[in-house]
């Protein structure tokens, strides 16, 4: 079975399942595992990615205003890989492409049965989707054993964190404007040993205006913009460390303001989020859940400015 994966976290999940020499192509944004980067990109954003949060936001909004596309498929190089499942999604139109973007061209002659989409925005519903994936791979042996090692594995956190004092938690997954993370978002909150102010499980990410986080002060603020990785993150950071009054927030004054790994961890609903909980409690308890990540998936933001005022 030939499997092209329009979507980065379904080319995790098939390497996950053991499947990953039946990958024959990837999406523009698959970069995990490392390997994958060698195969054929079959996608390209129409917009350009780079730049700021809010430019990149611009744009998007622009393309969508205008009932333009965000995302292109490569037709001739997918007829010629002729994969017999295509891997996309249908949650979100902005992070990935969905399969209004096959509805042109060779795409669009495909068996109805060969384009897998994965939609969902709660943790079960990602498990399931892991289920159903696993099924039309003929891997549900190995998807059963996957899920059933990530409920484990998020069992023992929530064991640990179930009794712990649960600090009021910002979750952030944009920052020019900000967004307030949702979906999926509250439930790690909940994991890890928060209680999240904002966002409702399932629920798509919303807008959020400064002055509601101001007005919410909550006790933990973790930056974590969809697509950005720990670096890009940081730098983009004066958006928010510049505004009026972010200095006096109870989480920032307490030095439990962070930024982290929006790419790899919170926003992407692969094998990887499920590692997320471990992450997100080393910021909230991190008497109880040692530092391993921190430096490289999350890192402590200051609490005072640069000039020290």
Request: aromatic letters at 6%.
């Amino acid at each position: 079975m030939r499997i092209a994966s329009l979507l980065a976290s379904g080319t995790e999940l098939v390497a996950a399942l053991g499947l990953g020499d039946r990958l024959v192509g990837r999406s523009h944004e698959c970069d995990y595992p490392e390997w994958v980067k060698r195969l054929p990109a079959l996608s390209r954003p129409t917009f350009d990615i780079t730049g700021g949060s809010g430019e990149i936001d611009a744009r998007v909004r622009e393309r969508l205003r205008s009932g333009a596309p965000l995302y292109e498929i490569d037709e001739a190089q997918l007829a010629a890989l002729a994969p017999d499942v295509i891997l996309t999604q249908t949650h979100c139109e902005v992070c990935a492409v969905s399969p209004a973007d096959l509805v042109h061209g060779v795409a669009a002659k495909l068996e109805r049965h060969q384009v897998v989409a994965l939609r969902t925005g709660t943790i079960d519903g990602i498990l399931e989707g892991f289920i159903h994936v696993a099924k039309v791979l003929g891997a549900i042996a190995a998807g059963e054993a996957l899920v059933a090692g990530i409920r484990a594995r998020l069992a023992a956190v929530a064991e640990i964190t179930r009794p712990l004092p649960h600090p009021r938690v910002a979750c952030l997954e944009w920052i020019e404007p900000l967004f307030a993370m949702g979906n999926w978002g509250p439930e790690i909150v909940e994991l890890a040993g928060g209680a999240g102010v904002f966002g409702a499980p399932g629920a798509h990410s919303t807008t959020l205006a400064y002055e509601a986080l101001r007005d919410a002060d909550p006790e933990v603020i973790v930056v974590a913009p969809c697509g950005f990785g720990l670096e890009r993150t940081l730098g983009e950071m004066p958006l928010l460390t510049e505004r009026p009054g972010w200095f006096e927030l109870t989480a920032v004054r307490a030095g439990r303001a962070f930024a982290a790994d929006g790419n790899f961890f919170f926003n992407r609903s692969g094998p990887m989020l499920f590692e997320t909980p471990e992450i997100l409690a080393e910021m909230l308890h991190p008497a109880q859940f040692p530092p391993r990540h921190e430096g490289t998936s999350w890192r402590k933001l200051p609490s005072l400015p640069a000039n020290g005022r």
